[in-house]
């Protein structure tokens, strides 16, 4: 039987994610305390933080005295710290150790039956190679740490196998004999027709619900736009949902996952990656569905009833990236508009310096209201918010 | 030019609509801080608090140092204070001493010809008496401090009007010859159809909007429903938008106003009262408008765009107030069905003492579902939730 005032939530990262989880807990009477090690991170405007990093045994124990339960909303969570505190942990850390390796979730996925791209191990240049002989054109990514495109490098035959295996283990170790290996993989190229998105959620007494499919546009392997639901047919969102299906059944514990996926040409639908964790392709949910991904996370992880996934309306987003050349002080301006254009909503993530291409915040884009599609207003409305000073952009000049 | 990370918000007061406030400014990347003297205060989970009386200077000039623009969301705030910091405050301190009044506030509506019961000044027994003699039965009440029905007396002739200005003037200081008087009115009883409210919002050069008019359903002078549209017609929705503009012309100073009005038997709009803050009339705005009227007020405070007001469906809210006779530790229970209903969102408050008829949370319910009309909806899921311990109920013993 849920209570409230309800219990207290730590969670390692405060980033983003953990701000709006924040956003979500004050209102359903949830404490949040965040793990982070940036003293003004995202979070702690609206959670109580603990400064130290995020694998720290210590600082994790910190958070566990402090919780009632654990999750987590970055993929740098220590499994074994979590494990270690006694404090009941969901998702269960298992699964962080399952799609925290790119390749150990590839072959956990391939043996629930999920059908995903062709893929090797590589940990050498000869590996490399007999995988490009085999497969064509491969993605080599790391198999640990990259995200946004980070750690991921294209490689074709003919290529540099060595200068490759470089850009996704950079310390050079890979080259030592006496070494493990690069700990990289190899992913067949997916030529793909759109990207899909679907959030799932693994509640209390095995209750499973999946939000409504999205479809997701990256540029430079970072998301910039979703639009739900996505331009495609239902055969397709159909087959997305099982793959979903069939992922969560091979995860343990509560809470959401990200799951990304590609939509081919010929219609079938391939496992991408998945995150156990609210995912930046289900941004939408907070205005466009009944209840939000962040919402969701934390009823799940409490084992509360999970709120119904519908969709409210069509919905966009758009995420506000640095559009910097080099790191400054973040001063968002440009978003006038966006702030008078009905169904537009502004999320900001609170970072105090804005990078190239980082995450700094998001707009959605609500419809059913005559103004148009929500996908065209939401890249409209983004693309006039920027980072750059207008005056030194017009003048070509330092200030 | 709106620019983000936006800058810092002090309120006097750190209630539900403090956290409100707080669960709002995060998104817009606006920094709140709130003065409350209860150091657990509601607001405290997503603002940092100064812990502080509403009305100490010496509070008010420490909440001015860390703010860029000062506002508040209760009637306690002292007007002087506010105006000594030197910070912009919103809106004008004027409006609280107007509103704060109910007989100064009366008065200047009728001077801004908007129509209203009857009402006569009050401050002793021969004052009532007449006033009874002119108005028949009369709503007696403070002209300041009252909420929710505290301070308010019905009176009618031949009743005990010395008794009934007890009530409404407990302290007995109306007695003595040298005092001022009971500082009471008396209003002329209304036979309303039902009651309306408006949220209003002057921003920044004189922009202005109005949310759309709800309908609102008071048991014991405690508000209890609302439901948006009302169940009147247009032609009495036009007469309440009227009222309300009228009233934001009467004012001073940017953000949101309550308005509280009754609608007769014969199709009139009567102002009952208004409140220069977000009001409980207006949290169905959250999920059920495109803005929710506590963003709304910080855009006007901070003199931002305005954002649109429009409703995104038929939506329905309902207090949780405490059903406890005595107070006690706060503990609701009976909400799992609300938790897993289409279109149902909880709103806790963060209270640790649950007093009779308390306001400790709210209940919001939207259409649009085909899951039935969202008034009965949030009545019924509303009515499941309750303080009182169930097992020390069934049996009626104490544990």
Redesign the interface.
Known sequence: ??????PTVGVVGGGQLG?ML??AA????V?LVVLDPTPDCPAN??ANQIVGEFDDPSAVAELAELADVLTYEIELADPGSLLDTGVPVHPAPETLRVTGDKLVEKRAVVEAGVPTADFRQVDDADDLARAVDELGEVMLKARTGGYDGRGNCPVGPGDDYEAALDVVAPDGDWRREDAAGADALAEAMVDFERELAVIGVRGAGGERALFPVTETVHHEEILRVTTTPPRTGNVVVERAQSVVRDVLDGLEGRGVVGVEMFETSDGKVLFNEAAPRPHNSGHWTIEGA?TSQFEQHL?AVLG?????T?R??ETASANLLGDVDVPKS????G??RA?????A????Y?K?EARPLRKM?HLTV?GG?DEGPPLSRAEDLAAAATFVDKETAETGTER
């Open positions: 039987m849920t209570t409230l005032p309800g701000r924040g956003e004050s209102p359903l009477g404490d405007r609206v009944h009823r509360w009833p999970l709120g119904p519908q409210r309306c973040a001063r968002l301006s978003v006038d702030l008078g254009a009905t169904g909503h502004l999320h900001w609170g105090r915040g609500t209201d």
